[in-house]
């Protein structure tokens, strides 16, 4: 079993700048993928970036490219997504993903999910 524990969501303002933190333990081995997903009150839950562990390869949401940026720390075990120029449509509770295969795109596709933080963005 993998449990992930994520970390990092708050109350901004547009155009502030947060950090999402998940650190993944348990049986990781099989894990090569990991990524992050997004889920607003009354929507379904969506995709937002993905990042494959051994090379750093990454795809993002169109929305999103050139505003956030996943990266995996290997040596601390954790997978960040670091948000920039955040706007009132990216509240939402954010989900940190593991999946044993690429791509982590699809909800249906993911083996584990976190427990989810909130991020807010106010106008």
């Known amino acids: 079993q993998v449990a992930l524990v994520e970390s990092g969501g708050g109350l901004v303002q547009t155009g502030d700048s947060l950090r999402l933190s998940c650190a993944p333990s348990?049986?990781?081995?099989?894990?090569?993928?990991m990524a992050w997903f997004r889920q607003a009150p009354g929507n379904e839950r969506e995709f937002v970036a993905t990042i494959r562990r051994s090379t750093g390869y990454t795809y993002y949401k169109t929305a999103v490219k050139g505003r956030f940026t996943i990266s995996s720390d290997n040596a601390k075990n954790t997978v960040d997504l670091q948000m920039n120029n955040l706007e009132p449509e990216d509240t939402a509770t954010y989900y940190c993903?593991?999946?044993?295969?690429?791509?982590?795109?699809?909800?249906?596709?993911?083996?584990?999910w976190g427990q989810g933080t909130q991020v807010t963005v106010t106008s």
């Open positions: 993903a593991a999946c044993r295969g690429w791509p982590c795109s699809g909800v249906g596709g993911v083996d584990y």
């Open positions: 348990g049986r990781t081995a099989g894990i090569t993928v």
